[in-house]
């Protein structure tokens, strides 16, 4: 079984930061990239940001580039995601996630096969 762990959710005012972390953990599996996605209320999971290790591609959703960034080491099945200048609207639960072969899109839940129980990001107005 294949274990994701995430942390650095909270409470922030708008303008502020945070660091989510995300490790893997458990039998092995192909790490081929790592993405985060977030999910709020009767929504459906949205991507984040998008990290794939070989090449070291990143890709983000458009409403958080310039302000997100998507890190991590691949060896260590570990990816973060600095947040800087929250908005209310990026309020949700984060999710990591791993995509273990490539997928014609990387931007939507289905192309990961394995996902952690997220971590709440509430920033205030």
């Known amino acids: 079984q294949v274990q994701l762990i995430e942390s650095g959710g909270g409470l922030v005012q708008a303008g502020g930061s945070l660091r989510l972390s995300c490790v893997a953990s458990?039998?092995?599996?192909?790490?081929?990239?790592m993405a985060w996605f977030r999910q709020t209320p009767g929504n459906e999971r949205e991507f984040v940001a998008y990290?794939?290790?070989?090449?070291?591609?990143?890709d983000y959703a458009g409403s958080v580039e310039g302000r997100f960034t998507i890190s991590g080491d691949g060896a260590k099945n570990t990816v973060y995601l600095q947040m800087n200048n929250l908005e209310p609207e990026d309020t949700a639960v984060y999710y990591c996630?791993?995509?273990?072969?490539?997928?014609?899109?990387?931007?939507?839940?289905?192309?990961?096969?394995?996902w952690g129980q997220g971590t709440q990001v509430t920033v205030s107005s």
């Open positions: 996630g791993i995509q273990t072969a490539p997928t014609l899109t990387v931007h939507y839940r289905y192309a990961y096969a394995y």
């Open positions: 458990g039998r092995a599996f192909s790490n081929y990239a």
């Open positions: 990290i794939r290790w070989g090449l070291r591609r990143t």
